[in-house]
């Protein structure tokens, strides 16, 4: 299923959303990360009103989401001023696979105003081969992205390294804002790339902070994710990423909290 497929599949019964997912979106045991925070993320849209833009999205993974149908439990906690705060759960059948927490607010007048400084890549795009999609080595939602690696070390080469990866979807249907909460977390964390061998990872926590929101690119256009890790003990990973959109402006924050092993 293509991603805008996945999101147009999402009814409401009653008080809940379900939504079916295809197992071609599997990223190890479970479901892609990215695609459960965007479902819940949607949710949340069918209750907030689109004149107040995204400005974080919080994920708790509880649990693993597999392929097949779930369900959305959605509720707005406060409408203010300018904020609406919204909260939802993912539910696999009767088990608990995320629970998020959305913050959507209006502009407001500030005297403080401060951007992360511009950054450029060190090979642009069009100079990059495309990583090859090969089901023996890679999961399968990787299908669904183009990555094109301009700096950093991959996974299982035994490196540690910053990375700076070009990234977009396959789909070429009109992106949303939920294409790119998915999008952002279509790459691995930089810590599998100082294992000299395959070992598994799961990401716990996940917040995607935007302060930028003109998202009216092309499906085709590409993206660029920047991220390294802040600190790693006891089997624990603390990394942050910073979006890039394709006018190379940063757009977005993501923090991440992994567990890994081995």
Avoid at 124 to 152: M, S, T, Y
Wanted: contains cysteine; aromatic residues 8%.
């Amino acid at each position: 299923m293509q991603f805008s497929e996945i999101l147009d599949s999402m009814g409401a019964t009653g008080d809940e959303c379900h939504v079916t997912v295809s197992d071609d979106w599997l990223q190890g045991r479970a479901t892609f990360g990215g695609l459960v925070a965007a479902v819940g993320n949607e949710a949340m849209r069918m209750l907030v009103p689109r004149d107040r833009p995204l400005r974080s999205l919080q994920t708790t993974f509880v649990g693993p989401a597999t392929p097949g149908t779930w369900r959305i439990r959605a509720r707005v906690l406060r409408v203010g001023r300018a904020v609406t705060l919204a909260q939802c759960e993912v539910l696999d059948g009767d088990q608990v696979a995320a629970v998020q927490v959305g913050v959507y607010g209006m502009d407001r007048e500030s005297a403080v105003l401060v951007k992360p400084a511009v950054i450029d890549p060190p090979r642009k795009v069009d100079e990059i081969n495309e990583v090859r999609f090969d089901p023996e080595r890679l999961p399968p939602f990787v299908q669904h992205f183009a990555l094109r690696w301009a700096q950093g070390a991959k996974p299982f080469s035994g490196t540690r390294s910053p990375s700076k990866v070009f990234i977009r979807h396959r789909d070429p249907s009109p992106l949303t804002e939920s294409h790119i909460v998915a999008l952002v977390d279509c790459i691995p964390t930089p810590a599998l790339s100082m294992y000299k061998a395959p070992a598994p990872g799961s990401s716990l926590v996940w917040v995607l902070e935007f302060f930028e929101h003109d998202l009216e690119f092309g499906a085709a256009a590409w993206w660029r994710i920047d991220s390294d890790i802040d600190a790693a003990t006891a089997g624990y990973v603390n990394q942050t990423g910073l979006l890039h959109d394709p006018n190379g402006r940063p757009v977005a924050l993501s923090r991440q909290l992994f567990a890994v092993f081995g």
